[in-house]
């Protein structure tokens, strides 16, 4: 795989196939991480850290047990369950070897599994047969893009005065639409692939 293929995945999984705005995957964070910046932020960094650890996981585990095996109709069952391991064990780690990150963070972890952005990833990388290199890129860019978009909704939504729009429109209507403009800005990048 050359380098200008594995650019082609990177900016596939951050602008095109944004899993936030464009798939959609990403909306099941903690609700605070679309109110408070640091809290996007916060969980950001643990959806990439999860997503990029099920990637190299479920990529080993699909070529060295299901392919081999032959149990691919089993993939969907057994992603779900990496993802859901993953993070409860995650979760554990860091509670006995590192209590203080674990009080910063366990919040966090514990909505990654709601969140199917971190699912999407290693399904959408098993279906196109990634390599472990590009489901590694796509992983990790997937999981930028997603903390960039939960970062900007939440300085938008801190930043924009909520009192100046019309009545109808204050509240739920508003985040729907301020969302839906962040999303057609990425419409100009659909199908944007160099691989």
């Known amino acids: 795989m050359g380098a200008l293929d594995m650019a082609g995945v990177a900016l596939a999984a951050l602008l095109s196939e944004n899993f936030v705005l464009v798939s959609c995957l990403g909306i099941g964070a903690r609700p605070r991480a679309y109110e408070e910046p640091k809290e996007a932020l916060r969980t950001g960094y643990c959806l ?4 990029v650890l099920a990637a190299l996981l479920s990529w080993l585990c699909d070529y060295f047990i299901l392919t081999q095996f032959g149990w691919e109709e089993f993939r ?4 779900t369950l990496l993802v859901l391991t993953l993070t409860a ?10 209590p203080e990150l674990s009080r910063r963070v366990d919040g966090h972890l514990e909505s990654v599994p709601a969140n199917c952005a971190a699912f999407g990833a290693v399904l959408l990388a098993s279906q196109r047969s990634y390599g472990l290199g590009e489901a590694l890129v796509f992983a990790l860019f997937g999981g930028i893009g997603a903390t960039v978009v939960m970062v900007c909704f939440a300085s938008l939504r801190k930043e924009v005065g909520f ?3 019309p009545k109808c429109f204050r509240g739920t209507p508003i985040l729907f639409i301020t969302g839906g403009l962040m999303a057609l800005a990425l419409v100009g990048f659909y199908g944007l692939y160099l691989g």
């Open 163 to 165: 009192d100046s729009c």
């Open 76 to 79: 969907v069952l057994f992603l």
């Open 48 to 51: 990439t850290a999860v997503m």
């Open 89 to 98: 064990g995650l979760r554990r780690f860091l509670r006995v070897c590192l």
